[in-house]
């Protein structure tokens, strides 16, 4: 008899699918458009790619509510299942050709996130993890690097939509620059996350992120041995933004 796909698998299956007509875009033909101010970007492939997701993934689990970045009409709350989507994250990198985006996808139940997915459609890399399970890319187990920060590199992000956190973000990359070994800035928060979780990177942090951006990111850092809270210690909330600090150890 054939083997039952698990949801985990058709959830994979599914933003691999996704990730894949966004790699194939038709970029000559972009409608871009500014939502919150001019470097908040979304184009007809982030709403397409939304749509496609929230049909498959409520195929996947009926009784499961959906929560995207590209407008939603659902509302997280703390009980019930939510899966939480960013259908592209990395909009600039992809309206640019930069070719390094994502897609994430989060599963969360009671308030404790359960399943997170993030797909690299240009590296072909599957970054996924279920609580309690290990994180894994590509089907590989990932683990959190062991290297102290003076051998490591530091990921963030310059939370661009918030031009108040401009100073801030950049004295603690400085900061962060002059202890590790070289900094980075991707385009893509999920994917940051990711590189942590792989041991590539040993710190990230940006100063405003949304559940979209790291629901799917943290459950994948932290299956891999590392830690994620805001940037202030506490531990990360799906219902409104925050800070966002991943890191190999304490
Ligand atoms: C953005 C990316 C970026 C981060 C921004 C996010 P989007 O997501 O994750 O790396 O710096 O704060 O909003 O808008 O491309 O989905
Ligand atoms: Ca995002
Ligand atoms: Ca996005």
Redesign the pocket.
């Known amino acids: 008899m054939a083997k039952m796909k698990t949801e985990l698998e058709s959830i994979r299956e599914l933003v691999r699918a996704c990730g894949l007509f966004i790699k194939d875009a038709d970029r000559g033909h972009l409608h871009i458009d500014a939502k919150s101010g001019r470097a ?1 970007l979304v184009t007809q492939y982030d709403k397409q790619v939304q749509e496609r997701l929230r049909k498959g993934l409520l195929e996947i689990m009926p009784d499961a509510h959906f929560v995207g ?1 590209e407008g939603t009409t659902q509302t997280f709350s703390p009980v019930g299942k939510f899966f939480i989507v ?1 259908p ?5 990198n992809f309206v640019k050709g930069y070719n390094f ?1 994502s897609i994430s996808v989060a599963l969360v139940v009671d308030n404790a996130a359960e399943l997170g997915v993030v797909y690299n459609p240009y590296a072909d890399e599957m970054f996924y993890a279920q609580r309690g399970q290990g994180a894994f890319c590509n089907g590989k187990p990932l683990h959190v690097s062991n290297e102290p920060l003076e051998n490591g590199i530091v990921v963030f ?5 918030h031009e108040e956190l401009n100073e801030k973000t950049f004295q603690l990359a400085y900061d962060y620059f002059k202890k590790a070994l070289d900094i980075r800035r ?5 994917l ?1 996350l990711c590189t942590v979780a792989a041991g590539r990177a040993e710190l990230f942090f ?1 100063l ?3 559940p979209w ?1 790291f629901a799917a990111g943290a459950l994948i850092v932290t299956e891999a041995g590392g830690i994620v809270t805001d940037c202030d210690g506490r531990p990360l909330a799906y219902d409104h933004p925050c800070s966002v600090l991943a890191r190999n150890q304490p």
């Open positions: 908040d970045e960013d592209i994250d990395g909009t600039t985006s992000g310059t939370a661009p939509y991707s385009g893509s928060a999920a940051d940006e405003f992120l949304s951006d």
